[in-house]
């Protein structure tokens, strides 16, 4: 507990944690079911190239998702980046797409041969809608990319009539909503197909990974085929494909943390009831509560720098990382201001992106942080609103 | 042994030879207590991606082994060769074999560029200065792509030599060519860059994986900067964001396939130097021999089948052993430029490489790697010494 400003960590003081605390959630599973998955492969002698585990892994998903297929890849960009290319209408060139997103979507549409045309989101959900969606609809359009925001789902049932009412593919970015449900359905079923990352930051940890679920038979099978160098049997090449195959390594420890996963999402759930009972008592500070009615993975903590939070965001994230804490601005830059090497496309009204880009901070969150660590991180969140008068001044003269 | 005739082969009925299947590649596992303990490690440790620790420390391992400046780890070879055009900013065409791994001419078309297919050496099944040299009246050409295909490392001095002359770049794919040398210096250390796969089937083992290795500092920060933000050291201009990330489990598998590396090469050269003894003196086929007094990883055993001389094609050949558990591959049939898309794309060349059709039609791999012992090699020799003895009478019952 800090007792003057002197003992933030930022000013000489101790930091209030000895070891990081990130925003990722670095799931560890059992040691020993990984190592019981990672026999197979020694029993195998097969490392990769569409091996047991990845199979088991892909069957797992499946089940899970509801969903007929599930292709894995060595990661959620690949994973991106072949879903986007085989979904797309072939004689179209633009992928719409929110600009307030993952900082990489814009480059990833472009290896996969497609232009992003950036559309404004949902003030209240940061998640796209069918009227956000609508704006950046033309003649180009090649694809809808429906992406879920970091705490609750873009507006999927507008999003798939306006893709039904043009008759454009519907992929949706379900990265940071996985095992969530909509009208009691799990996500992974909706659109044409959806896409999942492995990274060891996201919900579920495969070291690195991605995976996509469908209910296409034939989508699934040019998946499966680009992601081999479009072999199709052996020895023989139908299409331009690449090596995007998930290895064994990765597929038993992506297994390992499928095996704990409701437990998992127990813990997740806990930690955010904490950072809500913690931030309670400071209303400058709004945590993005999740449904209350369906399934929710709680991975994420989000909250709005209110207008009378009295730190900017710069120097409230300053001060964090001093401390230890990698808390982090939420999708800032947003990609119609980062992506100016690319090819983009941006003529729609994207007020609420640049509102909403300002305003949001990513706290600590998953298996790094207790619930006591929260306790303490919102004790210094009080702290630093109590002395931010003397702060603010602190920092001036520091930087004068 | 089939001293009942050939009614004996299993392609005819008979009962197989291996009851296994034995495979070509290397697929080569570290001791599962090596294994265990460096994932309780990694595990203990909580950093499981994003250029940790493992990945730092095979990279400057793998820079020592190679004696380069920069490794940059990558995801696997394919990703790595995408990047690594993306680093070199090449635009147009790029001068590539299509007698070579589909990975090859494929990073070209995802990284924006063209391949302008080249015919191989016979003898070497490598690009040649010679053959090369009339490509590059083309003025789009940006790069010349070599592969030093099963570790025959290419004539690099006079490649680059050619290229410099041009004011272009030559980069390497060197999946197959870890721990191999030309003149003594090792595979990692020509042209702009060199690519290495290290794939399950390839010598150095990180289940999927690849490097980059390059002499040139911007090169290597481009590189750094087009994998991931992680683990660049300073934010130079690339033309795209990519995600070659390459991940602790990669790492520490990379970490033991080093310890390994001198005892996989030693058994390796056994096997191989024993199938060259025991089919050495077949007529109709002939070994790919590494030059002598350079090192080599033996990773694959490469036979060209002359079916007038043997007796039998290729296939056919492949088709009995295949029956017999030995499960020979014909790496690579047909060349790149008669698959899709290049097929359809490049009609005018698909007639203009004799060379490599000749070999896709010839070349054959047999098994190789840690889970084939020496007595397999000699079952293996024995039973094609059989066919070649009976290759007459099985042509009849062969389609």
Redesign the interface.
Same mark, same amino acid.
């Given at each position: 507990m800090k007792h003057s400003i002197n003992e933030l960590a930022l000013f000489g003081g101790q930091p209030a944690f000895d070891s990081l605390r990130p925003i990722s959630n @670095?799931l560890?599973p059992d040691?020993e079911r990984?190592?019981e998955y990672?026999?197979t492969?020694?029993d195998a002698?097969?490392?990769?190239n569409n091996g047991v585990l990845v199979r088991q892994m892909e069957e797992r998903f499946s089940l899970l998702h509801g969903t007929r297929h599930c292709i894995a890849f060595?990661?959620g960009?690949?994973a991106l980046m072949m879903a986007m290319r085989s979904c797309a209408l072939p004689d179209k060139t633009e992928v719409v797409m929110p600009s307030l997103t993952y900082r990489?979507m814009a480059?990833i549409a472009?290896?996969a041969g497609l232009v992003p045309h950036f559309c404004d989101v949902d003030v209240v959900s940061l998640g796209m809608t069918a009227k956000t969606a609508a704006n950046a609809v033309n003649e180009k359009t090649a694809l809808i990319l429906g992406v879920h925001p970091i705490t609750n789902l873009c507006d999927i049932d507008g999003l798939e009539v306006l893709a039904q009412e043009h008759s454009i593919p519907l992929l949706f970015d379900a990265v940071e909503a996985a095992y969530a449900e909509h009208k009691g359905k799990m996500v992974g079923s909706f659109g044409k197909a959806e896409v999942f990352s492995l %990274?060891?930051s996201k919900q579920l940890?495969a070291?690195?990974g991605g995976y996509v679920t469908t209910d296409d038979d034939s989508l699934a099978e040019e998946l499966r085929c680009v992601r081999g160098?479009?072999?199709a049997g052996k020895?023989n090449?139908?299409?331009?494909? @690449?090596?995007a195959?998930l290895?064994? @390594? %990765?597929a038993a420890?992506a297994l390992a943390c499928i095996d704990i996963l409701p437990a998992h999402i127990s813990q997740n759930r806990a930690r955010h009831y904490a950072w809500q009972q913690t931030l309670a008592d400071l209303p400058s500070l709004t945590l993005l509560l999740y449904s209350d009615t369906e399934p929710r993975g709680y991975k994420n903590v989000l909250v709005r720098c209110e207008d009378s939070w009295p730190l900017s965001r710069e120097n409230t994230l300053h001060i964090l990382h001093a401390e230890n804490m990698l808390a982090r601005p939420y999708y800032n830059p947003p990609l119609h201001e980062s992506s100016s090497?690319?090819l983009t496309v941006c003529n729609t009204d994207l007020s609420a992106t640049e509102k909403l880009t300002t305003q949001y901070i990513l706290l600590p969150s998953g298996?790094?942080v207790s619930e006591k660590d929260i306790a303490v991180m919102g004790k210094l969140l009080i702290f630093m609103q109590q002395h931010a008068e003397e702060i603010n001044r602190r920092i001036k003269e520091d930087n004068s | 042994m089939k001293d009942d005739g050939i009614e004996c082969l299993a392609f005819l009925g008979g009962k197989a030879q291996f009851s296994t299947p034995l495979h070509v590649g290397q697929?080569n596992?570290p001791k599962?207590e090596h294994?265990?303990n460096a994932?309780?490690d990694v595990?203990a440790r909580?950093y499981?991606? *994003?250029h940790g620790p493992l990945a730092q420390e095979l990279e400057d391992r793998l820079a020592e082994f190679f004696g380069v400046r920069h490794v940059v780890t990558m995801? *696997?070879?394919?990703?790595a060769l995408?990047l690594a055009a993306k680093a070199l900013n090449l635009t147009g065409k790029v001068i590539v074999p299509a007698f070579t791994?589909?990975?090859t001419v494929?990073?070209l078309?995802?990284a924006g560029v063209e391949p302008l297919f080249c015919d191989v050496d016979p003898q070497t099944h490598v690009l040649t200065p010679e053959l090369v040299a009339p490509l590059l009246d083309d003025p789009d050409v940006s790069a010349i792509l070599p592969v030093h295909l099963w570790g025959n490392l290419c004539n690099a001095e006079a490649l680059e030599e050619l290229a410099q002359r041009k004011g272009i770049s030559v980069y390497y794919d060197a999946a197959h060519a870890f721990g191999c040398t030309r003149k003594g210096e090792k595979a990692g250390c020509h042209g702009a860059l060199e690519v290495f796969s290290f794939?399950?089937t390839n010598v150095f083992?990180t289940?999927?994986g690849g490097c980059v290795c390059t002499n040139d500092d911007d090169i290597a920060e481009r590189l750094r900067n087009l994998r991931s933000s992680y683990g660049r050291r300073i934010s130079v201009d690339i033309?795209? *964001?990519? *995600?070659g990330?390459f991940?602790?489990?990669?790492a520490a598998?990379g970490l033991l396939s080093f310890d390994d590396y001198p005892a996989i090469i030693t058994a390796n050269k056994a096997r191989f130097e024993l199938y060259t003894e025991l089919l050495g003196n077949i007529p109709g086929i002939r070994i790919l021999q590494p030059v002598s007094g350079e090192k080599h990883n033996y990773q694959y055993v490469v036979l060209e089948i002359d079916s007038q001389v043997f007796g039998l094609t290729r296939d056919q050949l492949i088709r009995l052993l295949e029956a017999e558990n030995v499960l020979a591959r014909?790496y690579f049939?047909?060349g790149m430029h008669r698959?899709?898309?290049y097929k359809g794309s490049y009609p005018n060349v698909v007639d203009a490489l004799p060379t490599t059709d000749m070999l896709c039609e010839c070349v054959m791999q047999l098994s190789s790697g840690q889970?084939v012992s020496l007595q397999d090699v000699r079952v293996t020799c024995e039973l094609i010494n059989f066919i070649y003895d009976n290759a007459e009478s099985l042509r009849l019952r062969l389609p």
């Open positions: @670095l560890r040691i990984f190592l990672a026999k492969i020694y002698k097969q490392f990769t060595c990661s960009f690949m990489r480059d472009a290896w %990274h060891a940890n070291f690195e160098f479009g072999f020895d090449i139908v299409r331009l494909g @690449l090596n195959k290895n064994e @390594l %990765h420890m090497k690319l298996d790094f | 697929m596992l599962w294994f265990e994932f309780r595990f909580r499981y991606t *994003n995801t *696997n070879g394919t990703i995408m791994f589909a990975a494929q990073s078309t995802w794939h399950a083992n289940a999927e033309p795209i *964001n990519g *995600n990330r991940s602790e489990a990669q598998m014909r049939a047909p698959c899709m898309p889970a």
